[in-house]
């Protein structure tokens, strides 16, 4: 991998890892139209740099994560993210050879990303109202069935964003407090799979070359940047334009993976 691979594989991490669209089948493309999609490091740096990503959520809403006001409120923060935390980490545990298994099945990537995309074609009709009325407060009971709405993500396509979202958007949440709410449900979720991934790697494969190191400096650098502009720009394009341009965009993307896929053009899991 060259830098400028890292740099693009970065980006394209940060733009999709928070966005409804699937950060998986935008890896699978960017990496496989690189021609680096089987190199093993290529698996070690899509995981890894999801780390920086995960950073600039806690960077851009330090105030909900570093306590300034009431412990209490503080508390039941950490218990709620924890509550929705809880669906998908048991379920990922006690299915996690099925779970391999789905990740290395593109065409499942591509048809989960064109099924999201019709849903999206219609979503913003099914919770409108919730514009107008719908909760900005998130109850412990929301948080559950937003994790339960999490367990789906775990099959590669589906993208964690978009079920938590509509998740969210299910039990009555307006667009902004579901779209923050799947910000926050990301750090202990993506810490717990990055982690869980970088540890099988450390203790299979052992340390990464000088080289590598700064590759990954690099991406995590870039990731960071790009996921802050993307969360920021997503909460004002989502609250003025909706979900549709999501849902085409969805099924465009899963189209191509398909048509690829089916013509043989080795696209790779990353």
Known sequence: M??????????????????PVSSTGHMIIGSSAMGIASDPFTKLFTVAIQFGAILSVIVLYWRRFIPEGSIAD?????????VAFAPAAI???????YIDALLERVDVVGYMLIAGGIIFLFIDAWFKKNESSGSQEITYMHGL??????????????SRSAATIIGGLAQGLNKRTAAEFSFFLAVPTMFAATGYKLLKFYLNEGTVSSNEAMLLGVGNVVAFIVAWLAIRSFITFLTRHGFRVFGIYRIVVGAIILILYYLGAGLTIV
Request: a neutral charge.
């Open 2 to 19: 060259t830098i400028i691979q890292a740099i693009i594989l970065a980006i394209i991490e940060g733009l999709t890892e928070f966005l």
């Open 74 to 82: 503080t508390f039941k923060f950490y218990l709620k993210l924890l």
């Open 91 to 97: 379920i990922g545990l006690l299915f996690n050879d």
């Open 145 to 158: 069935k937003i994790g339960l709405f999490q367990v789906v993500s775990l099959i590669p396509g589906v």
